[in-house]
């Protein structure tokens, strides 16, 4: 087909009347579409992040302890706690152990912190991606009270300061890692070691080391990156995790050695053990993500189809209000491959310009809503994928009445001559 | 107007005469509008719009000086948590507030975690609500079987526990749960009832919009000592000690309130009574509605499915829109044979609207059974919260309504244009 054949194609594709529906629907498709896979890709990437430790080697063990009816009895706890400890460390193929207030693991939806220090500088200039400070330099984020050797058994990589196990014990009371973001979103690029954290939950502690970032992996839930790391038993009296670093290759049998031995330190009934090897992921989010990805899918699909059933309708109706113009095309010579090739082009070009228009509305709907939702993006692949995808459901509205339209005779015209 | 039978009689003649057409569309109309259904489900469950809880409850915020919890979640745009900060009690503020004039129906909850375990059964951890009797008629939570324990076992010991609707089913799936006994933190408890209703996603003592799990076991609010146990995820707003004692006697916050004021009277004397224990100017009394509108639903993936549901719905509307007019065009020389005949303008316009509403109306009423399906999958594969998404009435009536009010606003462009086709259309013709 000659470039001088698209002039005519495109005066007569805009002079249809229902040209302007057309892109519009185009346009609403290439929407629904880009924005049911952005959010798919989403969610699933919410569980994939890493979290900032070594995960692999890795058993997480909940210890939940019976009724304390006459009231938790400190001494007891400790001492308990460490019986606790000593049994797991002798387990074969444990390399150390800490207990934690919490992990990635845990998939519920946790209550945030707020920190905030003496005094307010001006946020790091590597600041955070979607870190917001309160006017009066509150940051919300996380904190986790683990044991001293926490940073070891999960393998936290330290720009700055040391971990707990190397303070003396009257210092490590009182002290507190925090992440690189938590750093730099309250003291900017300073260092920060020794400066003093405040908090809503913990006494005032003092900076002993900054960690790279530790995330969390549940949805929704804001400055998963900004963290703080409290020493402590991390033992409420009733219940308790711990985290065990095992040889190479030994979770599995380290997770059912440590359900073994914890067991049977347990008293007899009203208490509970849910050992598993460590996932960053909560095997709830991960369901969730996927799940949700599907469901999106099915709904994609469901869209796909009604702007399929619906746009083969329209298509046939717009090749059957034109029969006169094809027959005439036909009666002046035009082969079938020619009318073929010119519906083909003519039906493409709202589905071209919906898209075009699709993409930047798509592009913007999707920013805005990533300043609520965290790394929420529209990338090229994404472009290209919708663009694909809508090229995939346009393809039998475009296909089907182009081969009608070869079908009609040159004879239609005479049927109004 | 007296016509119009006969101008629906037409349509369906011009629907008939492209059968397999009409049928597409019906079946993406139908389609679009089933997508349009779950969105509106899922916009219902949320806003718990089919749960209606008595206007005469009212709830109690206290003015903290200095909150850093609620100003500073709320200038960070934390919605969930400044509605806990602002909702919330702590443990000595409910105590202020728990002595209340006599005749006044009050509910106090906490939410716990607690060992449940059914005799021969695997134990779990479960969420619990400790809570007093009232609490059952107050938030209207029906019971499937049995009921709420008396008011003498609200202050604990009595070994009485009432099971959730998901709890119950888990624990017994026979039906019968009430009589039995569950051991709580090893402790034997007596069913006493079984809820019949899930919880809403969106209730005023646990909000659970962002995901989470519904109160499993409703424990009287006396057994959170006799258990020793510790609340669930408090907001805590100061540092804490490390015992159960210390975070008691804090200013943590995690004691849901709330008092049912069914007259002016008796909201003048609890007025009164909380200037008393708390002090005039430190608090704010407000009606369930009016802590509706106080305090917005939190951001969730619930909005992303209204705007793809609402599109969808937008989309379809346009696609009817488009196909009216397509058909329309193509009989523009029949449409001029009637207008030439003497029909006047508004007999082809109501003939294209009864054509709209002969294919909407089908496909908007079969919308609600084609959610189904994707509402079960949905809570096959999706367990943000334990609650199963499900139809009810208001999201059957929007079901329909929606895409059959929308079809129609959209079919009056196509009718419009169409009624305007002259009379001499067709003179060229003859």
Known sequence: MALGDVGPIWRSTVRHRAFGLLVLEVFIIF???????????????????????????????????????????RPAVVARHQRELGALLGLAGV???????????????????????????????????????????????????????LPEVVDLKFTAGESFSRLPADQSEHAVLVSACLARALFG??????????????????????????????PFLPHTQVTAIFPGLADDGRQVDYLIRTAPGQAAAVRDGAATVLAKLLPSAGGLINARVFVPAGPRMVYNAYGTTKVFGVIGSGIGLAALMGNVTLAVLVV?????IIGIRRALGATRLQVFRELSIETL????????????????????????????????????????????????ARIFPAIQATHVPPSEVGRTL | MSLFPYHVKLAAVGLRRDAWMSALMLLSLALGAGIWSVAVTEFVHFYGLAQRFSPTLHHVERLRPRDVNSSEFASLGLQEATLKARSLLSWPEYRQVQA????????????????????????????????????????????????????????GGTGVVALGKGAAATLFPAGDAVGQTVLIDGIPYRVVGALGKHQPLNAPWQLLVNGGLQDAVFLPLGDFDRLGALP?????????????????????????????????SARAAYRRFLDGSVGPGRYVLRSLPEWRKSFPMPMSIIAFFNFIGAVVLCGGAFSLCRWLMMKGLL??????????????????????????????LPGALVAPLIALPIIAYFNHSVRVVDIPLAPSGPSVAFSILGPSILNLVCACYPAWRLSRTAPTLNLGSF
């Open chain 2, 232 to 264: 669930y995820q408090p907001l805590y707003r100061s540092a804490v000690g490390a015992d159960r004692a210390a975070l008691l006697a804090s200013g943590a916050l995690f004691v849901s309130h709330w008092v049912d004021l069914p007259t002016d």
């Open chain 1, 95 to 149: 390399e150390g152990v800490a207990p934690v207030s919490s992990t990635q693991a845990d998939d519920m939806i946790v209550a945030p912190n707020l920190f905030w220090t003496e005094g307010t500088e001006p946020m790091g200039s590597e600041s955070c991606a979607g870190i917001d400070r309160s006017p009066e330099g509150v940051v919300v984020g996380w904190a986790v009270e683990a044991g001293p050797t």
């Open chain 1, 349 to 396: 070009i709202p589905w071209a310009l919906g898209s075009a228009l699709g993409l930047p509305v798509t592009a913007f709907l999707i920013a805005e809503a990533g300043i609520v939702f965290a790394g929420l993006r529209f990338t090229v692949v994404d472009a290209g994928v919708t663009l694909a995808l809508v090229a995939l459901v346009g393809i039998p």
């Open chain 2, 331 to 360: 009989r523009q020389g029949e449409w001029g044979v009637f207008r030439a005949v003497g029909a006047p303008r508004s007999s082809l316009f109501w003939r294209v609207i009864a054509e709209a509403g002969l294919i909407t």
């Open chain 2, 100 to 155: 209340a004039p006599p005749g006044v129906r009050q509910t106090a909850g906490i939410r716990g975690e607690v060992v449940v375990q059914r005799p021969g059964m695997a134990p779990g951890l479960w969420v619990a609500r400790f809570t007093n009797a009232d609490f059952f008629a107050l938030f209207e939570r029906p019971f499937e079987a049995g009921g709420p324990w008396d008011a003498a076992s609200d202050a």
């Open chain 1, 31 to 73: 929407i629904v579409i880009s924005n049911l896979l952005v959010t798919s890709r989403w969610f699933v990437d919410r569980v994939k992040i890493p979290t900032g430790h070594r995960e692999t080697d890795l058993v997480d063990v909940l210890v939940r302890r019976p009724s304390a009816s006459g009231g938790i009895d």
């Open chain 1, 189 to 218: 690029d300073a260092n920060v070691v020794g400066r003093t954290l405040l908090s809503n939950r913990y006494a005032p502690a003092q900076i002993v080391g900054v960690v790279e970032d530790v995330r969390m992996h549940v």
């Open chain 1, 320 to 324: 059957a209000s034109r029969r006169r």
